[in-house]
């Protein structure tokens, strides 16, 4: 696919920003309620609060602030889940990637992210969660990952995109090459509520 821009933020540098359009929408973010599925592990229940501190922190930011929060919530669902990365991917209407937002990570860990190859954009911008638990799970043409995986010994990557309506404006994707990782339907819930708050949040700035 066309290389998407990557967008990070250094709270001891000048942040990154994207243009938006000064009359910005409402932002309209969608009620937290959240089933309560069973087996359900510790780190997901943090998400629960995480969403209510994204969906303040989102609603507060101004048009230049944006990029720094969304990178900041991004950080925080890394750290609460323990993996090494997460991503936002924007899409344009047309169903292409046009802006990626990463976490930040420490400088003892560098985050290699995730390049949107064809396998992964595109099941996204259609709205379909695309889990990969182990690098068994990778499809043949997944030529980046599973160089990757050979190199760090595993390959989990969790994509999340927004609930559909109509056209999909972003997608969550989580990742994990160090360790391998489950991806219970019960985090997938959790993670769809926190994207649609994104997705609420960008929708809102055009």
């Known amino acids: 696919g066309v290389p998407a821009r990557t967008s990070t933020f250094n709270p001891s540098s000048t942040p990154t920003t994207i243009p938006y359009a000064q009359n910005r929408k409402v932002m309209t973010v969608p009620s937290i309620s959240i089933p309560s599925p069973s087996g359900r592990d510790g780190r997901e229940d943090t998400l629960i ?13 101004r048009d230049s602030e944006l990029v720094p929060a969304i990178v900041e919530t991004l950080t925080d669902i890394a750290g609460a889940l323990g993996i090494e990365g997460c991503q936002l991917v924007e899409f344009t209407e047309a169903g292409l990637a046009a802006d990626v937002y990463a976490s930040t990570g420490t400088a003892e860990n560098s985050d290699p992210g995730v390049v949107l190859e064809d396998w992964l954009s595109e099941p996204l911008a259609r709205g379909e969660v695309v889990a990969i638990e182990s690098a068994k799970d990778l ?41 391998a ?12 509520l926190v994207t649609d708050i994104f997705s609420a949040a960008l929708h809102a700035r055009c």
Do not use: D, F, M
């Open 49 to 61: 609060g995480l969403a209510v501190s994204a969906s303040a922190r989102l609603t507060r930011a």
């Open 139 to 179: 499809p043949g043409e997944a030529v980046w990952a599973r160089e990757l995986a050979q190199r760090t010994g595993a390959c989990s990557i969790l994509g999340v995109p927004a609930a559909p309506n109509g056209s999909i404006i972003c997608a969550l994707v989580l990742h994990s090459y160090q360790t």
């Open 181 to 192: 990782r489950q991806w219970p339907q019960s985090l997938v819930i959790r993670l769809r």
